[in-house]
């Protein structure tokens, strides 16, 4: 027996060894394992996490509550600034609060839209996808036509309509984004099951005996993860821009919440004199964003099998 | 020997935009048990269509069946297999006829391992769970010569090379014992050494397991060394049905006259091959007349007027030409010397 053992392992190499083995400690090193071998993905990877922990235990890492004012020490620079102070590292905005602060909560507005808003538009936008692309004929074309109508309209544009009407909140922004985001999965999931219908291995499930269902769920699906998913971050990221975009233009969440976009609105105001009441939320958002798009490269490499291996 | 399939004038066309072609013009063909019946014929003759056509794989629109019978014998009970069921045929597809694809690259799911691919049918048919199945297909992979199955089951098709992933296909194929196995050009993808590795496996699979196999190939020398059969296949109809050793010895219809002699012959010393002038007819036409006749060395006025008949011309020796085409052949070489 255990020279079959070790037979096997001479012929097949290690990683397919490894591969075999389950179990979440056994998973969590091979992730590991394959993040340490691309550093870019581990940047991104960390990056995402620290957002998230801001915006999980906001109230814990926040110096001061962030809805807080205080007109006497309103405007205080950053903490290197000749006359900053230490108490307030990014600064205070025209009402005292602390930049800082407002950073740290205002990581929840961004990351639950974006995750919700995915949520929406990816779970919608493939099932839709799916019947599209599998069912074709007449139902395909009718689905096409709506997907490419909205997707004619400038988005922003858009999106700024739809906001106004609804009126500020934060789960309207939530069904904004998810909604309005549908066409761009449908399309992508569409392309891929059309390619996919071509593809051999449908017509082998099919020649084993699969039902249609288990061709779906068990054959197609998997295929789509790789790219339902690489998407999925790139959508959030571009998410939590279009979110900021909003809230500048004061149609996101209401301003007595603490949001990027909202602190870019007020910052507007006192650009050229006080720029850091603007640039430190607007860093907060570039920094969220490279993260997002890092790990979803990653994500792209990783859930391919083709890929995984690929990079030494 | 009792008979497994028997199919009857079978014709497909297909509905496309430029015109409706006339894919299958009346196949017929019978499969016994246990035997392997090779068919051969050009690109685009109709071979993989018939085949697709048993398992109602064909894409529908465009393809139609527009008559026809499949019969095939199952558990002493006779099934048209092209009008049963959605469900009915699934029952049927992968338990009862395995297919063995040409592309084992493409027609092997890239994202899935290769042990859940193999344990698909073994679920869906044989009512295993997933531990049993597992062990099954270990005995599978092994039993189509891939070492170290016990691992290999968790790696992806890419990792194969061409002859394992073949061999996988296979694995695949026979995972519920079939009692038919169709192979499409299995061998055509591969090199020659892996062809002759896969053909040996098919016949040691067949010895072991008593399945009939259908192999589609264009390699006559394939055929000779595998089949007991051959069936010629001309723009979607069938032109010579005969034993191997009678088709090679006793060729009666021109094309596959003309087939043999495009062969090169070991041996034989600086003779320039032949080949068959002329190009397959335009299917979009319906044939009213011999589709070979244009290219046919001994045709007459007959030949473009009326479709040739079946004829029988030996035990089991079957051609679609005209009755006198031997007297035809025989003044034709005549004339030659």
Partial sequence: MDDKKANNKNVTGLMIDEEKKKGLFYFLYYVGRLLWKDKTGLVGLLIFLSVIISAVFSPYLAPYDPLKQNLKISKTPPAWYKNGSIHHIFGTDDLGRDIFSRIIYGSRVSLTVGFFGVLIASSLGMIIGLVSGYVGGKLDSVIMGVVNLILALPYLVFVVFIAAILGRSLLNVILIFGFTDIPIFVRVTRGEVMKMREEGFIEAAQSVGATTSRILFKHIIPNLIGPIVTLATFEMSAMIFYESGLGFLGLSVPPSVPSWGNMLSVGRQYLTIYPWIAAYPGLAIVYTGLGINLLGDWLRDVLDPRLRRAKK | ?337
């Fill in chain 2, 1 to 337: 020997m009792g008979k497994l399939l028997t199919v009857r004038d079978l014709v497909i066309k297909f509905y496309t935009f430029d015109g409706v072609i006339h894919a299958i013009n009346g196949m017929f063909f019978d499969l016994n048990e246990g035997e392997t019946l090779a068919i051969v014929g050009e690109s685009g003759s109709g071979k993989s269509v018939t085949m697709k056509s048993l398992l109602q794989l064909l894409p529908s629109p465009p393809a139609k069946i527009e008559s026809g019978n499949a019969y095939f014998y199952r558990n002493g009970e006779k099934v048209d297999l092209l009008y049963l069921s959605e469900s009915e045929i699934n029952k049927i597809r992968g338990k009862d006829i395995g297919f063995v694809f040409q592309d084992a690259l493409s027609a092997l799911n890239p994202v899935l391992s290769i042990g859940r691919q193999i344990t698909e049918s073994l679920e869906t048919h044989m009512e295993l769970d997933k531990k049993e199945a597992m062990e099954r297909a270990i005995e599978l992979l092994e039993s189509v010569g891939i070492t170290g199955a016990r691992q290999r089951l968790y790696a992806y098709p890419h990792q194969f090379s061409g002859g394992m992933r073949q061999r996988a296909m296979i694995a695949i194929a026979i995972a519920c014992s079939p009692k038919i196995v169709i192979a499409d050009e299995p061998t055509t993808a591969l090199d020659v050494t892996i062809q002759a590795q896969i053909l040996e496996l098919f016949k040691e699979i067949q010895k072991k397991m008593g399945m009939a196999i259908i192999w589609i190939t264009h390699d006559l020398g394939v055929v000779a060394r595998l089949a007991d059969r051959v069936m010629v296949m001309y723009a979607g109809q069938p032109v010579e049905v005969a034993p191997v050793e009678e088709l090679y010895e006793n060729p009666i219809h021109p094309y596959t006259i003309g087939l043999l002699e495009a062969l090169p012959k070991l041996g034989e010393k600086k003779k320039k091959l032949t080949s068959i002038e002329g190009t397959p007819p335009d299917m979009i036409e319906e044939p009213h007349f011999c589709q070979f006749a244009s290219r046919c060395k001994f045709a007459n006025e007959k030949c473009f007027k009326d479709n040739p008949p079946i004829i029988s011309v030996g035990t089991d020796h079957y051609v679609r030409c005209f009755e006198d085409i031997k007297e035809r052949i025989k003044v034709q070489k005549v004339k030659t010397v």
